[in-house]
C-alpha cells in the first residue's frame, strides 16, 4: 500500500522514515515537534524530502535518485488539518460541491449523498462556517476531502482545540469512516486515546523515527 523510505532536513531538524503501511488505519503519535505534521506534508507534496523514494498503491510519487516527483494535485491524496478551513463565503452544500466539481465525475469514488448521510451533515446543508460549531466544521472538512476522491486521507491532528465533549460526538464518524468506507487513512495526534478509540495500529514517532508504540502514553 504506502512504502517510505525517506528523509526530510531542515537546520534544526531530520526526519528519517521507514515505513511499510498495509493496514487500513495507521495511527502516529508523538509529541509537538516530533515531526508529525512534516511527515504528512512530504506524503502530500507540501515538502519535498531530501532523499529517498515514496511509492503509494504502486505507483512512486517520489524519487530523489530518479528525479521522480508528482504533483501535490496529481497525488490523490487528501489532508484534514487541525482548523476546518472551509470556504467562508461558501454554505455547507457549496463547499462540498466545490470537491466534486474538481474531481471526474465518470468514476467518482465517493457520491455526494454517500457521504452527507455519513457524516449527518444535510441538517447543516444551507449554513455557511460562521453559523456552524467547531465538530460540525470539521465533519463538512472531512467530508469535502472526501468527495475528492482521495486514495489516501491524512488526519493532522484533527481534534487539536476541541474539548472533551466535542471529542466524543467526532470520533464516532472516524470510526464510520474506517469501517463503512475503504480508504486507506493515516491519523497523526498527540493523544493516544483518539487511536486506540479508533483500533488504530499506532506507531511513535520520536526525534524524527517511526518506532513501535510499546509504552503507555498519557492523554
Known amino acids: 500500500m504506502l512504502c517510505c523510505d525517506f528523509q526530510y532536513q531542515r537546520v534544526d ?8 503501511m498495509q493496514d487500513q488505519l495507521l495511527g502516529i503519535v508523538g509529541a509537538s ?3 508529525k ?3 504528512l506534508k512530504n506524503l502530500v507534496g507540501l515538502l519535498h524530502p531530501t532523499q529517498g523514494s ?6 512512486v510519487l517520489f524519487d530523489q535518485q530518479k528525479n521522480i516527483h ?3 494535485h496529481q497525488r490523490k491524496i487528501a489532508m484534514i488539518f487541525q482548523n476546518a478551513l472551509l470556504f467562508p463565503h461558501m454554505n455547507v ?5 466545490y470537491a466534486v466539481k474538481q474531481v471526474n465525475q465518470e468514476n467518482p469514488k465517493f457520491h455526494f449523498n454517500e457521504i452527507v448521510d455519513l457524516l449527518e451533515l444535510m441538517p447543516l446543508i444551507h449554513r455557511k462556517e460562521h453559523q456552524l460549531s467547531g465538530g460540525e466544521a470539521q465533519r463538512v472538512s472531512i467530508g469535502r476531502a472526501l468527495l475528492s476522491s482521495p486514495h489516501l486521507l491524512l488526519l493532522d491532528e484533527p481534534l487539536t482545540g ?5 471529542k466524543q460526538q467526532i470520533l464516532p464518524f472516524f470510526k464510520r469512516l474506517k469501517e463503512e468506507i475503504d480508504l486507506p487513512m493515516i491519523y497523526v495526534t498527540h493523544h493516544v486515546d483518539e487511536l486506540v478509540f479508533l483500533h488504530a495500529e499506532i506507531l511513535m514517532l520520536e526525534q524524527g523515527k517511526l518506532m513501535p508504540a510499546t509504552y503507555q502514553f498519557s492523554s
Open 13 to 20: 531538524f531530520k526526519l528519517n522514515i521507514q515505513l511499510e
Open 33 to 35: 515537534g516530533s515531526g
Open 37 to 39: 505534521s512534516t511527515f
Open 54 to 59: 515514496i511509492q503509494f498503491n504502486q505507483q
Open 70 to 72: 508528482v504533483p501535490m
Open 93 to 97: 452544500q457549496q463547499n462540498l460541491m
Open 162 to 166: 476541541f474539548d472533551h465533549q466535542l
